[in-house]
Every structure is written in C-alpha cells, then in structure tokens.
C-alpha cells in the first residue's frame, strides 16, 4: 500500500487514481493522519500539494514520524516544499505564481554523466511537466541534491544523498505532464518496490471473502437499487457473496426515466439473478409532491418518502420470510444489514482534514434508515473510484451500456421538471428525454458526454402548427462533459443531431412546440437546472 497523504490539493485523489492504474493499492488520507495510528505499514509515502504557503500561519502539516517510517517519501509541489521545510531548506514567493507547461530538464549523474535519478530512469533527458504553484524551493534542504530544473525553478526535482526521499515541484499526476504516470510508477514500483496486486478480478474474490465473513452463515441483507452502476454492481456483488439472502428493492417514486421500472427488473432479477422487488409508490410520490416548486422541498420530501416506502418494503420481505420459515423453509434469518454503494471520493470528502465541502444542493441518500431500523452498514464499493466500479461492472457480466451509462440524480425528474410535478409533466419530460437520449446513442454520442438530458420549463411559448397557433411548454436539452462534475463543460453536438431531436421532440411530443440548447458551463451553472 502506498499512503497518499492529502494538504487539501485539488489534484490529491489524482494521484492515488495513478498508483491504483498501475496495480497499486493506494489510501488517500489527511495530513493530519499520526503515523503511530496507521493500520497499516504503507511501503512508500506521497505527500500532495496544497493551496496553502509552508509559512501560512494555519498551514497543515505532516506528523515529521513520516520521515522515520524507514520507507521512500515522494513530495509533490507543497509536498516537495513541506518536505523541505522539515529538513531546514527555504521556500520563498515566487514573483509570479507559475502555472501551466514547464519543460524539466533532468540532470545527468555518473562518470559518463549518462545516468539520470532513478526516479526518470529510462525517461529520456527532458520532459513536459505541468506547474501551479505561488512558492518554490530557494534553498536546497540538508543532504539533498538537484535531480531537474525548468527554467524558472532550478530545484524542481530534488532527491536525498542517502535516503529514498524525492521532491517534485510539478504535478506529475495530471495528465498535461506527459511522463507523470511514468514518474509516478518509477516511485511506486522500481523505488517502493510495491507490488502489482490491486486488479479488479482480485478485488472480486477479497471482497466476497469478506462480505461472507461479515455476514455469516445467517442473517439478511437489504439494499436500495436505482438502475444506476454503483448500486447494480453492489447488488450483483452481494448477490455472488450470500445469494438470496440479500433482498434489493427499486422504489418507483414516479419520477424515473420512461420504462426504468421494468428495465430494471429485466435486468437485475431476470438477467443477473439478483432477488428484487420494485415497488410502485408513485401515487404516494406524487401526491406528496403536489404543488410543490421549491426544488429543495422536492428532494426532502422525495427522500424521506423514500425511507418511508424502503422501511415497509422491508417489513413486508421480513414478514414474508418469517411466514416461510414456519412453513419449514429454511431460515435465513433476520434483517441486519443496509447494501450501500458508497464510492471512494465520497470517503475522501467525509475524511478530509479540512472537513467535507459546502453543500450547493443537498443530495438525497438514505441514511435515515440506519436509525430508524437499527440496521449495520455494509458498502462494499467504498474503496472504489468510478471507473473501477465500472471495471468491476463489466467483470460481474453487467450489460455494458448500464456500465457506461451517466449519473441520474435520486430525485429524479423532479429536479428537471421546473415548477410543479404532475403525472402529466413527467409524461411529457419522460417523453422527450428518451427521445434525446435515443438519438445521442444513435450518432454514436453517448460515451463522448458525461450527463445529457432534458428539462421541462412551464413557461408557454408561441408556435405556429399548420394554420393554428400554439400555446406550448418548452424543453431545454443539457449535455456536459466533466471529470468530476464539480465542474462542466457543455458539449458540442454536431447541428445535424440537435436538430434531427429537437423535429422529433417537436413534432413527436404533444405540448412541446419549442427546444433550446442549454450553453452554461459550471460554475456559474449548475449541471441541473433545479
Ligand atoms: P449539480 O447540479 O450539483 O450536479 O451541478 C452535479 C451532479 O450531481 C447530480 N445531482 C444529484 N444527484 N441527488 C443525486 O443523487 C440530487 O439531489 C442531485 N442533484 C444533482 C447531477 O445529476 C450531476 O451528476
């Protein structure tokens, strides 16, 4: 395992997203982390950079025990300068904050001077890098020796005379410095000597392992699905661990896509053998639903009707195996633990040192039914990036389009219906948004945006259809391309897709005389309207 030790970089998950590409096991965890209180003995060190200066008054820093621990360190930008600030270096001001390419000219060793540092070993004499930082390194620490210079900064990569301790000024984990997975692997594989065994076909049979151990020989498991990859994958995972003593349950609020109900069976229960109950609630949903605009209003109430309908769905499955049991069935015995598909960047930003991020919009989950029903937690995923998640999808036999398929908020159309939520607008959204979604995946679009779909705007809007003129609601198409979603771009279809959907949906759609194309990126937008 190499520990990733995180000052609050945007970039930090970056860098243990490099390490796991490589095969190796990576933890991202505070900087505030004692390094007496590790569970683990890491084989190598990283320590991130930070949008603070060493010398803020309230600048983090790393229990020095790190630089005891006996095993290679690898600082990066204020990693490299926290590194020197331990070991009596001096960091100053740059004039000007350096940011964007560099070019790192790697500086020769050896009687021939042939040789570069092992960390660029077999990296050619020079390479593209990429800076962001305000402080560079102005004098070398103790027994530390330059291995790279750019023009700007001639300690850009600096290493220990005897000890396996590196600093690199630039971010070798983003993708714009050419070589920074080649660095990255030079560190983690040829200098911590870590090991190739974080694959995905591994992870399945750890994992089950471990779930069969934590479940035992009896004892039920519920878990919510929604259709989407992390709690499909949860679910067939669960599903291969304790077979039918897991119990998943879809919840149709009402507000889905159009058919996700019985798409969601097909292929959960009828494909992938998972036990599932989907529950129509809408009628529930929708009633409670009535009326309301405000966008937050819409996500409590759609989230605490959830628990509600969850919780008697549960009720009725216990019931039901009880019933069973008396009968002589074999007993699987009580409910006692909640599926969750929890997902890494969510641990991160529950454990970062800084405390988790302002919420812009509160994101509905189901933590409520762990006290209600005194239910444990069980999240398998919650070592897991995204892709790995979908890696692990494809592994398991889940369909590859579900794999591939983008996020689709909790509540549901209710975010995209602008105004009240009435059978009749969901019908109308449900509508358009598949037909926009069809002809994506017709141009072969699909994969190229990260999130698209259709929004509902109640405003009437003049049309002329035959002689007669019209009086009719509006659809607004989004598409985004984003890492992360923190931020987004909007994406460039070619004119002859939108307007191939915006006739359908016109002419298609009863109630819709009109389409825009949605061109905000976020920030200052948002991803959803609502
Ligand atoms: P925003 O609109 O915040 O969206 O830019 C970022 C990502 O989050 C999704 N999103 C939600 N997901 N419950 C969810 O489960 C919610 O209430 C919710 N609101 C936004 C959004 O679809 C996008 O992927």
């Not at 630039?170 to 030079?186: D, L, P, Y």
């Not at 009326?291 to 509600?308: M, Q, S």
């Not at 009863?510 to 937008?525: C, H, L, M, Q, W």
Request: hydrophobic share 40%; charged share 25%; with cysteine.
């Amino acid at each position: 395992t190499i520990l990733i030790l995180d000052f609050g970089s945007q970039y930090s998950h970056l860098i243990t997203r490099r390490c796991r590409e490589l095969n190796v096991y990576a933890e991202l965890m505070p900087c505030t982390q004692k390094i007496k209180d590790l569970q683990f003995s890491p084989k190598g060190v990283i320590l991130s950079g930070s949008p603070y200066s060493v010398y803020d008054a309230d600048a983090p820093h790393v229990d020095p025990a790190v630089f005891e621990l006996g095993v290679p360190v690898l600082g990066i930008c204020y990693g490299l300068q926290e590194m020197a600030w331990n070991m009596k270096g001096k960091v100053t001001k740059c004039d000007h904050r350096e940011y964007g390419f560099a070019q790192l000219q790697m500086r020769k060793f050896g009687t021939a001077g042939s040789s570069v540092d092992a960390l660029f070993e077999g990296l050619g004499d020079e390479m593209q890098v990429w800076m962001s930082h305000g402080d560079q390194l102005s004098e070398m620490p103790e027994d530390f020796h330059i291995i790279g210079s750019t023009k700007t900064a001639p300690y850009a990569a600096i290493a220990h005379n005897s000890k396996p301790f590196y600093g690199i000024q630039f971010h070798a984990e983003v993708t714009h410095s050419t070589q920074g997975k080649q660095v990255i692997g030079r560190f983690v594989l040829n200098i911590c000597k870590c090991k190739t065994n974080w694959t995905m076909e591994e992870f399945i049979g750890k994992e089950i392992a471990r779930i069969r151990q934590i479940c035992g020989s009896k004892g039920r498991v519920i878990g919510a699905v929604s259709g989407g990859v992390d709690s499909t994958v949860a679910a067939k995972l669960m599903h291969e661990a304790i077979g039918d003593r897991f119990h998943a349950i879809m919840v149709d609020n009402g507000v889905l896509r159009l058919n996700e109900g019985a798409q969601v069976h097909k292929m959960l229960n009828e494909d992938l053998g998972v036990n599932l109950t989907v529950v129509d609630a809408s009628d529930l949903f929708l009633s409670r639903l009535k009326d309301v605009e405000d966008p937050e209003a819409k996500r409590k109430i759609i989230g605490n009707t959830f628990i509600n309908v969850f919780e008697q769905e549960a009720a009725k499955i216990e019931a039901a195996a009880e019933k069973e049991e008396k009968k002589g069935a074999e007993a699987k015995g009580k409910i006692e633990w909640l599926l969750q598909g929890t997902l890494y960047p969510d641990v991160i930003e529950s454990i970062s040192f800084k405390g988790p991020s302002a919420t812009i919009k509160t994101h509905h989950n189901v933590g409520g039914l762990l006290k209600d029903m005194k239910l444990k937690l069980i999240e398998p995923l919650r070592e897991l990036f995204k892709d790995e998640v979908r890696a692990l999808g494809r592994l398991l036999s889940i369909p590859s389009h579900l794999v591939q398929r983008h996020p689709f908020p909790g509540p549901g159309l209710a975010i995209r219906i602008l105004g009240a939520v009435t059978r009749e607008q969901v019908k109308i959204l449900q509508h358009a948004d598949n037909i926009y979604i069809e002809e994506i995946r017709k141009a072969n679009l699909y994969d190229q945006i990260s999130q698209a779909f259709a929004v509902l705007l109640p405003v009437k809007a003049v049309g002329v259809m035959g002689d007669k003129r019209t009086y009719e609601q509006v659809i607004a198409l989004r598409a985004v391309t984003s890492e992360d979603f923190m931020t987004a771009d909007w994406y460039v279809f070619p004119p002859e897709v939108l307007r191939k959907i915006s006739s359908r949906i016109t002419n298609e759609v009863e109630g819709i005389n009109r389409v825009t194309y949605d061109i905000s990126s976020k920030p200052p937008a948002t991803v959803e309207w609502l």
